[in-house]
């Protein structure tokens, strides 16, 4: 499946990856969710569901009208079919190259120190 990976700290790049989800989990590192901050494209952002938990650093700020977010650690984005991930497409690839169009680099934040011990 032909996809555009953001990792954290690098420019984006298109890759091909297996529709697999145990694939998926190890580029996002943890639980896959998958959101859609671009509804009018047949695009999904997958990212990981605990990432700000995890403490994975801050990757992108997404601000549109559908979100206004920080994703932490690496994401991806595939193109959406009927019930299961496709290759982005083709005449969508720019777009989503182009980093001003996904979110600019997020700033990092720091992870709360927590402790039932206070």
Excluded at 15 to 32: L, T, W
Excluded at 44 to 72: H, Q
Aim: a negative charge; one cysteine or more; proline letters at 7%.
């Amino acid at each position: 499946m032909k996809i555009i990976a953001y990792r954290t700290g690098e420019k984006p790049v298109i890759e091909n990856i297996e529709n697999d989800i145990h694939i998926m989990q190890e580029f996002v590192g943890g639980c896959i969710e998958v959101v859609h901050p671009w509804p009018y494209d047949p695009v999904a952002l997958v990212c990981c569901e605990t990432g700000k938990i995890d403490g994975l650093p801050a990757n992108r700020y997404i601000k549109n009208s559908v979100m206004n977010d920080i994703i932490a650690g690496n994401f991806f984005i595939a193109g959406i079919g009927i019930d299961d991930f496709t290759d982005i497409p083709s005449h969508l690839i720019d777009r989503y190259m182009n980093e001003d169009f996904v979110g600019e680099k997020a700033p990092t934040y720091a992870r709360p120190k927590v402790s039932i011990w206070s």
